[in-house]
């Protein structure tokens, strides 16, 4: 199984940055895909997560900025990522949860820095 994330970067605040996953070696469309992250000091918290048919959630603190989607034919989930605050300054992860059926198993990408400058 591999999640490998790519699209961080340093953007000011204000500015915008698109996340992707792409994963192989799963069943795609049958776990839910998310991504969490981990700022300096912090405990990794979940960011967006969209369920196998795409229904989202967000953390409070993101809502109405990030967007999560995904794309089953592409093996691939997006994080876009709008108005960005220093506070979201954090390594990204990528994260997928199998449906139970499949056993419940979860997986970690490597992450991928996101640095917000003020």
């Known amino acids: 199984v591999q999640l490998v994330e790519s699209g961080g970067g340093l953007v000011q605040a204000g500015g915008s940055l698109n996340l992707s996953c792409v994963a192989s070696?799963?069943?795609?469309?049958?776990?839910?895909m998310g991504w969490y992250r981990q700022g300096p000091g912090l405990q990794r918290e979940l960011v967006a997560q969209a369920t196998s048919g795409g229904i989202p959630k967000y953390a409070d603190s993101v809502k109405g900025r990030f967007t999560i989607s995904r794309d089953n034919a592409k093996s691939t989930v997006y994080l876009q990522m709008n108005s960005l605050k220093p506070t979201d300054t954090a390594v990204y992860y990528c994260?997928?949860?199998?449906?139970?059926?499949?056993?419940?198993?979860?997986?970690w990408g490597q992450g991928t820095q996101v640095t917000v400058s003020s």
């Open positions: 070696g799963i069943i795609f469309r049958s776990h839910y």
């Open positions: 994260n997928a949860v199998a449906s139970p059926w499949l056993g419940g198993s979860e997986y």
